[in-house]
């Protein structure tokens, strides 16, 4: 059983600054592109950032310049750092990845269950 497990979440002032980790539960076969979603009540999960294996890195226009997404490929993580906060930031944040399990799967999406960011003004 393949799980994503995200970490960080968690309360900060507008201004401020958070780290949000995910990590692949248990080793496998590939790793393709790898990302942060976001979701707030009554919207639809929007993606913030994503970022391919050899570190192309695509991201929301509102999220430009103040996050900053990156992995570590031989840890099979992905992280994204979050400054100048804003109470719009607020929200579940879902770590995503498209892997392989071993050489005998095909490649499927995978979720994490969500940490929430809360962001005060």
């Known amino acids: 059983q393949v799980q994503l497990v995200e970490s960080g979440g968690g309360l900060v002032q507008a201004g401020g600054s958070l780290r949000l980790s995910c990590a692949v539960s248990?080793?496998?076969?590939?790793?393709?592109?790898m990302a942060w979603y976001r979701q707030t009540p009554g919207k639809q999960r929007e993606l913030v950032a994503d970022i391919t294996p050899d570190g192309s890195s695509n991201y929301a226009t509102s999220v430009k310049g103040r996050f900053t997404i990156s992995r570590d490929n031989a840890k099979n993580m992905v992280y994204l750092e979050m400054g100048n906060v804003q109470p719009e930031d607020t929200g579940v944040y879902y770590c995503?990845?498209?892997?392989?399990?071993?050489?005998?799967?095909?490649?499927?999406?995978?979720w994490g269950p969500g940490t929430q960011v809360t962001v005060s003004s």
């Open positions: 248990r080793r496998v076969f590939s790793v393709q592109s």
């Open positions: 995503w990845s498209r892997l392989a399990k071993s050489s005998h799967d095909d490649v499927w999406d995978y």
